[in-house]
C-alpha cells in the first residue's frame, strides 16, 4: 500500500522569503507524484508533477519540486513567495502503472504574512 | 463549460435521507474521479470512470454509496440512508484519458453535511 506523509501541516512565511513544503511517500513499485494547490474558496489545481526523467520539475507560479527515490522525498520548493501563494499545498502519490487511483497526504497550509 | 462543475454547492441531509450529487466534467474529458474531503484531511479516492464503464469502486465507503455515468458524461454520486459520518466535501475530477500525463481538473466540491 501506498502513503504520503506531509510534514508540516501549517507553515508562516513572510513575503518574499523562500519556502519548502515538505512530502515523503512509502510505495513498493515505482510512483507518480504530484503537488496540487488548493485556493480558498476555489477547488484543487496541478502545480507539478515527477512522471519520470529529470528528477528536478518545475510548476506553475514559479514553484519546483525534486524527486528523490533514496530517501522517498518530493518537496516542494519556491525562492521568494508571494501573499497569493496564501493556500494549502496537497501532495499526492499514484502507480506508475494502471491504477489510477490518487493517495494524499493531509495538506499543508501556507500563511505568506507581509 | 469552461470547467467542472458542480452541483449543489451546499446540501444539508438529515440522518437516514437519500442525496444526489452531480458532476458535469469538462467537455470532451474521459476520465472521471469522485473523491471525498472530510475536515482537515487530504482527499479519499472512491471511485473511477472512464466513458460510461466504472473501472475501480474500491473507495466507496458501503453499499450505501453509488455513483453512475449513464452517457459517459455527467455523474451523479448517490448515498443512501445518509449517516453524520457521510459529512464531507465531495470532489469531482475529470481528465483526458492519459494514463501516463494525468492532470485532473477539480470542481468546487459539494459540501455535504448530515445533521
Known amino acids: 500500500a501506498q502513503s504520503v506523509t506531509q510534514l508540516d501541516s501549517q507553515v508562516p512565511v513572510f513575503e518574499e522569503a523562500p519556502v519548502e513544503l515538505r512530502c515523503n511517500y512509502s510505495?513498493?513499485?515505482?510512483?507518480?507524484l504530484f503537488w496540487y494547490v488548493q485556493y480558498p474558496n476555489q477547488g484543487l489545481q496541478l502545480l507539478l508533477k515527477y512522471l519520470s526523467g529529470s528528477t528536478l520539475v518545475k510548476g506553475i507560479n514559479g514553484f519546483e519540486a525534486e524527486f528523490n527515490k533514496s530517501q522517498t522525498s518530493f518537496h516542494l520548493r519556491k525562492p521568494s513567495v508571494h501573499i497569493s501563494d496564501t493556500a494549502e499545498y496537497f501532495c499526492?502519490?499514484?502507480?506508475?502503472?494502471?491504477?489510477?487511483?490518487?493517495?494524499w497526504g493531509l495538506g499543508t497550509s501556507l500563511a505568506v504574512n507581509p | 463549460g469552461a470547467g467542472v462543475s458542480q452541483s449543489p454547492r451546499y446540501k444539508v441531509a438529515k440522518r437516514g435521507q437519500d442525496v444526489a450529487l452531480r458532476c458535469d466534467p469538462i467537455?470532451?474529458?474521459?476520465?472521471l474521479f469522485w473523491y471525498q474531503q472530510a475536515l482537515g484531511q487530504g482527499p479519499e479516492f472512491l471511485t473511477y470512470?472512464?466513458?460510461?464503464?466504472?473501472?475501480?469502486k474500491s473507495g466507496l465507503p458501503s453499499d450505501r454509496f453509488f455513483a453512475e455515468r449513464p452517457e459517459g458524461s455527467v455523474s451523479t454520486l448517490k448515498i443512501q440512508r445518509t449517516q453524520q459520518e457521510d459529512s464531507a466535501v465531495y470532489l469531482c475530477a475529470s481528465s483526458l484519458d492519459s494514463r501516463t500525463n494525468e492532470k485532473l481538473f477539480f470542481g468546487s466540491g459539494t459540501q455535504l453535511s448530515v445533521l
Open positions: 499526492a502519490v499514484r502507480n506508475a502503472g494502471n491504477n489510477r487511483k490518487l493517495i
Open positions: 510505495s513498493s513499485v515505482s510512483v507518480y
Open positions: 470512470f472512464q466513458n460510461e464503464a466504472q473501472l475501480d
Open positions: 467537455s470532451g474529458h474521459v476520465s
